[in-house]
């Protein structure tokens, strides 16, 4: 690739507009908005209208920098636990979706060939189909009568989601934290499926046939090889559930209930109904900070991907 | 090389799968057999059944503020699409051309963060900022001109990703041939690389339409009075409960990308098989 | 080279530098004339490439010039240069038919259309490929896709053919065939040609000149006999064919011979050199050159004792490892000229090993 490169920096403008338009326009359309919110969650609100936060008075260049917002998120017990719960029901749902998607792909990646593409196509038509729908599915399938209710009710399943706190009382499965993990879980799984099985559909078979030869059992040939070799899908497919869900609006606002604790609700509420433009920036400056290592572990494996393959 | 031992249990196992594959499937695609069911059911309660009906889908057209929230949606998702490729195609050769730049890192970041980001982030800080910029130079107004820019966001990242991988897959060589053979580096382009990549550019255009048709949160944060998407209309309907429209409206949605997407993958797996055939029978011919 | 034929191709000191001590080609001057064929040849890394891609026009040279018929290509971008080059993965268009893709380079062109259409249905009979014109890349074996791409890069009747390893990616038999193929329809249109390869029988075969690389620098340039019967250094003697190279010192210095004493056998060889008595110097005998033989041969140069350590059948020919007294090897091959030998030599079998005065070359570097 060095050498196209010097190739195309013959017509270096051409370089210049397709690096620097893209470039200008993430600069613009999603950096700067990013300031924005850090400068409006220290900004005071003065009606609808928003105090600068660097004025010139007296010939002094004067810095009003309200922190106050910040103090209160950290001191209330309330905003605390929100944080807390989004990143335990994401956490949650992450392992849930490791645990079942990655059975799932390995699988699939292990299914004759001229399967495969059918396997994958399956597994990618829901998600072409509207996710919101889906979600609102779920409303039917776990309220009253719903199939999955009767069928919990059948398998005397709600008394063990009553008795571990899931449910409120029984027989009531929806707008609990149970029905939310539900919707969670089926909405990001197949993001856990597709990165996994794009990784294990590429690994070498012979490794373990190399293993096996050597005196492995297959639970061994399977823990010391296939999954360390499978890290790099393990960790896109966690970062691609965990981070999004960590500010999960729609799910937990549909399948959510008073029990359910989630930051992105919050921040919506503060915005929509509230109106606390100022609030609501601070609560969104906090959240960014909470995914911060993710996001750029995520950023990493991006990189190194797209190292490999060059 | 023939292993010594066979997998323990092979059948076991086979079975295991065959089994986890099955659960997994149907955990998929019992909501969507759901809707479709109870979109037939007269009873606008779905837990009762009470005949068969297709009234919910005679009130469809009907439906005003469904009929106009499904247009406004397919008009930006349009859009997107269309914008969405061309800005992915132009960050995709940034990325892929040339490896190095200032700012490369930062680059990189921002076209991928979208795919992660919570949603309400992006939107509350695109709507903060074009606030700004309203109350700085008198425009835009709220409306399908800022549920675009934010859905462009959002497409250009998947966008991107698509375009990249086909693009590293491309033999240099190819590119470096037309050069020798007297096309300028625009013409390059135009004759070798963007035919070689359009398959790739192609399901870009369908995946960010299908991202722009299907947003919420993007949408409430960045839409202004009288442009109410689909998805806005079915999510405060869906609010209030189960309601037979959406059922009605999300069955003809997934009866058409089920159509879509299943032929789609047909002739895909089509054309693959007379390649597949054509390169063996000159290989046989020899030559 | 005489004088009076100018050299058509010159690359005069040319340097290529990419940075942090990657010098890739280090000063490389090379004269090459009109219509011949002319191999750079190395091992990968040699810099054989990129002196190659210079000459396309995909690098430009830190320093040094290109002349091509006295016009200086160093600055020129490929699509400028009256230069073809034929890619190692040929680099066929996939998506356009084999008479597009000859067509291609005409197009870009504007050549008027009914002379393209002749200028195509030339070339497809040139390869012998009419019948294919319709097909698409993937619809033809390896063989036909590198007459396509031969064709291709021939169309605009360059004044230079460059071939990138040409023959790197057809099978052995294949390779034999295509060969002979290559050469005749390169001299038919009469057009000089480089060419790169790591292959040796590729470069002798097809060359009618080749020069040697390593690290960057040309070793020896020449006709394919020059190089193997006459090798300038240590290392293109070995890297050419096989040879036995033995360290010795000049012990007699005559005008018409000289004899220089190894470890294991005293040389005397038929001509004389440049040196000076006590001098360290090698010498190279080919293993077709050793006659191997039970009898021991008359003295007192020229010979030398040993067992059969091993010895390796190729059908038409036989390659002995005869152990010396110091513990060198020393390799032999022999033409199986009779079908049965009664005295064939075995391994553990002492034989003498002998050569002609003719048969060494000296090596100072």
């Known amino acids: ?310 | 090389m023939t292993a010594r031992r066979t997998f323990f249990g092979a059948s076991f196992a086979r079975r295991f799968g065959l089994g986890w594959l099955g659960a997994g499937y149907l955990f998929l695609y019992l909501p969507i057999i759901a809707l479709v069911i109870y979109s037939f059911n007269d009873s606008p309660i779905p837990s009762v059944w009470s005949g068969f009906t297709l009234k919910w889908y005679a009130a469809l057209p009907a439906d005003r503020e469904m009929v106009g929230g499904l247009w406004l949606s397919l008009q930006i998702a349009f859009f997107t699409a269309c914008g969405s490729v061309v800005l992915g195609t132009l960050a995709a050769f940034a990325l892929v051309k040339y490896r190095r730049f200032t700012g490369r890192t930062l680059f990189s970041g921002m076209v991928n963060a979208p795919l992660v980001m919570p949603e309400v982030i992006v939107g509350l800080s695109l709507l903060l900022m074009l606030v700004s910029v309203q109350r700085a130079l008198g425009f835009p107004e709220r409306g399908m001109l800022t549920i675009w820019l934010g859905h462009l966001l959002l497409g250009m990242a998947y966008a991107t990703v698509v375009i990249q991988a086909r693009l590293q897959d491309l033999n240099p060589q190819l590119e470096e041939a037309a050069m020798d053979l007297g096309a300028r580096p625009h013409q390059v382009f135009y004759l070798v690389t963007l035919p070689m990549i359009a398959q790739a550019l192609f399901s870009a255009w369908l995946l960010t339409f299908t991202i722009s048709l299907d947003d919420v949160v993007l949408s409430a944060f960045l839409s202004g009075p009288g442009s109410t998407t689909m998805p806005l209309v079915i999510f405060s309907r869906a609010r209030l409960g189960v309601n037979p429209s959406v059922n009605a409206m999300a069955t003809v949605i997934i009866a058409v990308v089920a159509i879509g997407v299943l032929t789609a993958s047909y002739l895909i797996a089509r054309a693959e098989r007379q390649r597949a055939l054509a390169m063996a029978a000159a290989q046989r011919a020899g030559g | 080279m005489s004088a009076a034929a100018q050299a058509f191709l010159q690359i005069q000191d040319v340097v290529k530098d990419f940075g942090g001590g990657a010098v890739a080609v280090n000063h490389v001057s090379l004269e090459i004339a009109k219509g011949e064929i002319f191999a750079l040849l190395g091992s990968s890394g040699c810099g054989k490439t990129t002196l190659l891609r210079m000459l396309a026009g995909f690098e430009t040279p830190t320093s040094g010039r290109i002349l091509l018929n006295g016009q200086d290509l160093a600055k020129m971008p490929p699509y400028e240069c009256p230069i073809n080059m034929m890619f190692q993965s040929y680099a066929l268009f996939p998506h356009l038919t084999v008479w597009e893709n000859i067509a291609f380079g005409l197009r870009r062109e504007g050549m008027a259309k009914d002379k393209m259409v002749e200028r195509v249905e030339t070339m497809l009979k040139l390869v012998q490929l009419g019948k294919y014109a319709q097909r698409k890349p993937h619809q033809l074996s390896g063989g036909q896709q590198q007459r396509v791409a031969l064709a291709r890069s021939l169309a605009k009747r360059p004044q230079l053919l460059l071939l990138d390893e040409p023959l790197g990616a057809l099978d052995k038999k294949l390779r034999e065939e295509t060969q002979i193929e290559l050469v005749n329809i390169i001299e038919e249109v009469g057009v000089t040609c480089v060419m790169v390869t790591h292959d040796q029988e590729e470069a002798m075969t097809m060359a009618s000149r080749i020069a040697v690389m390593s690290e960057g620098r040309v070793l020896q340039v020449g006709a394919p006999s020059e190089i193997y019967e006459t090798p300038a250094t240590r290392f293109v003697a070995d890297f050419i064919g096989n040879v036995n190279l033995m360290d010795g010192k000049l012990t007699e210095d005559h005008p018409d011979r000289v004899v220089i004493d190894c470890e294991d056998c005293s040389h005397l060889v038929g001509h004389g050199i440049t040196g000076t008595e006590g001098m360290a110097v090698s010498v190279a005998v080919r293993p077709e050159k050793i006659r191997l033989a039970r009898i021991e041969p008359a003295g007192p140069h020229n010979r030398v004792h040993g067992t059969v350590q091993d010895l390796s059948y190729f059908g038409s020919f036989t390659v002995y490892h005869l152990k010396l007294r110091s513990g060198r090897v020393l390799k032999i091959s022999q033409s199986n000229v009779d079908r049965h030998r009664d005295d064939e030599l075995t391994w553990g079998d002492a034989a003498w090993a002998s050569w002609t005065p003719s048969a060494q070359v000296v090596l100072t570097q």
Not at chain 1, 78 to 95: E, P
Request: glycine residues 6%.
């Open chain 1, 1 to 310: 690739m060095r050498r196209l490169s010097a190739l195309w920096t013959w017509l270096s403008h051409g370089r210049t507009v397709v690096i620097g338009l893209p470039y200008l326009w993430l600069l613009a359309f999603f950096l700067a908005p990013f300031l924005i919110v850090l400068k409006i969650s220290v900004s005071e609100m003065e009606g609808v209208v928003f105090k600068d936060v660097l004025t010139l008075k007296e010939g002094l260049l004067q810095l009003t920098v309200k922190l106050s917002n910040y103090v209160f998120i950290t001191q209330d017990d309330l905003y605390f636990a929100t944080y807390v719960s989004s990143v335990k029901y994401a956490a949650v749902t992450t392992v849930l979706c490791l645990a079942i998607g990655y059975p799932f792909a390995y699988f699939m990646a292990r299914a004759k060939a001229t399967l495969q593409p059918a396997l994958l196509m399956l597994v990618m038509l829901p998600f072409w189909t509207s996710f919101l729908l889906r979600v609102y599915a779920w409303k039917g399938l776990l309220g009253e009568n719903g199939w999955v209710s009767e069928l919990l009710i059948a398998l005397r399943l709600d008394h063990v989601l009553l008795a571990a706190g899931l449910i409120a009382a029984e027989g009531k499965f929806m707008n609990t934290p149970f029905s939310l993990v539900v919707g969670m879980v089926y909405t990001y799984l197949p993001f856990m499926i597709l990165p996994l099985y794009a990784n294990l559909s590429k690994m070498d078979l012979r490794l373990l046939e190399a293993a096996q030869d050597l005196g492995a059992t297959p639970a061994t040939a399977f823990w010391k090889i296939t999954v360390p070799l499978s890290k790099a899908g393990i960790i896109a497919g966690s970062m691609l559930v965990f981070i999004p869900c960590v500010g999960e609006f729609v799910i937990p606002e549909l399948l959510g209930g008073p029990q359910t604790l989630m930051i992105g609700r919050v921040l919506w509420d503060e915005f929509f109904s509230n109106n606390d433009w100022p609030m609501a920036s601070t609560v969104a400056v906090v959240m960014v900070l909470l995914i911060l290592v993710p996001l750029a572990l995520f950023n990493r494996y991006q990189a190194q991907a797209q190292e490999k393959r060059t």
